[in-house]
Nanobody
Framework: QVRLVESGGGVVQAGGSLRLSCVAS????????MSWYRQAPGKERELVAS?????RTNYVDSVKGRFTISRQHLTLYLQMNGLEVEDTGVYYC?????????WGQGIQVTVSS
């Protein structure tokens, strides 16, 4: 089992910045991809950014140039700059391993206008 715990969410004004962190624990051997997803009110969960073993990263178009995903050992980060009201939602950390996907409990990010 893999346990994921997110932190760093909160309320920020449009144009501001936040950094999310996600610490992985448990049986972490074999984690291949770690990602951030988000779910806005009334919308489906969407992939925001992924960090693949070896350092390759992917971003959804709407956050390119504003968000940066990084990983140090067992901690995944999401640096969010230039936040927009549309970035509001619950952000989830996810880890992909050979036996499936694991999810954190989610953390709220609210961007006010």
């Amino acid at each position: 089992q893999v346990r994921l715990v997110e932190s760093g969410g909160g309320v920020v004004q449009a144009g501001g910045s936040l950094r999310l962190s996600c610490v992985a624990s448990g049986t972490v051997v074999g984690i291949r991809v770690m990602s951030w997803y988000r779910q806005a009110p009334g919308k489906e969960r969407e992939l925001v950014a992924s960090h693949i073993s070896g350092g390759r990263t992917n971003y959804v178009d709407s956050v390119k140039g504003r968000f940066t995903i990084s990983r140090q050992h067992l901690t995944l980060y999401l640096q969010m700059n230039g936040l927009e009201v549309e970035d509001t939602g619950v952000y989830y950390c996810a880890a992909n391993r050979f036996d499936g996907n694991y999810w954190g409990q989610g953390i709220q990010v609210t961007v006010s206008s």
